[in-house]
T-cell receptor
């Protein structure tokens, strides 16, 4: 099994461009998450989807939108990229939204905004 | 606001010794605490979860403790090996929705 797959792995954008980061999981998980990881700040939750058809804001949602396309796929969109959004983005999934559920992560998308 | 602190300095130990990593939290009363391992260029990988009513949890060479009075979790790796070299992240949870708040991680280097 592939687990959680993120595409692309690397991307360079110019300020103001838009982009969608893709995430798919093959574990039949109900809940999915988007995090960003910056040096010295740890992983921060951007948006999450507790179940298919629902999405909610996390700690740092400004400048992002998400779509839970179906149970497998959860995409993150940057409508007008800004240099402050340069980061490594991780998608994760868990069986459910109970607080004792381990999360399974993809290997990230490294995004640079010039 | 919630604050999670892990040793920012790298921890260097010799092979075969026990590594102990610390996770302290403030303004927070998590019901669970998870530990993850992250290798360079990879996503975090789940290792262990401990509940607030559990004092200790073990898995092979790994041991985690959870002291809700001290607001601290300790993560131990016994008989450490060079392959254990990685960054270890702690993540308390319990606010609903399985939303994790991660510490910045501690980098462990196990030397021969």
């Amino acid at each position: 099994n592939a687990g959680v797959t993120q595409t692309p792995k690397f991307q360079v954008l110019k300020t103001g461009q838009s982009m969608t980061l893709q995430c798919a999981q093959d574990m039949n998980h109900n809940s999915m998450y988007w995090y960003r990881q910056d040096p010295g700040m740890g992983l921060r939750l951007i948006y999450y989807s507790a179940s298919e058809g629902t999405t909610d804001k996390g700690e740092v949602p400004n400048g992002y939108n998400v779509s839970r396309l179906n149970k497998r796929e959860f995409s993150l969109r940057l409508e007008s990229a800004a240099p402050s959004q340069t980061s490594v983005y991780f998608c994760a999934s868990s069986e459910g939204a109970r607080d004792n559920q381990p999360q399974h992560f993809g290997d990230g998308t490294r995004l640079s905004i010039l | 606001s919630q604050k999670i602190e892990q040793n920012s300095e790298a921890l260097n130990i010799q092979e075969g010794k026990t590594a102990t990593l610390t996770c302290n939290y403030t303004n927070y009363s998590p019901a669970y605490l998870q530990w993850y391992r992250q290798d360079p260029g990879r996503g975090p990988v789940f290792l262990l979860l401990i509940r607030e009513n559990e004092k200790e949890k073990r898995k092979e060479r790994l041991k985690v403790t959870f002291d809700t009075t001290l607001k601290q979790s300790l993560f131990h790796i016994t008989a450490s090996q060079p392959a254990d070299s990685a960054t270890y992240l702690c993540a308390p949870s319990g606010g609903g929705g399985n939303k994790l708040t991660f510490g910045t991680g501690t980098q462990l280097k196990v030397e021969l």
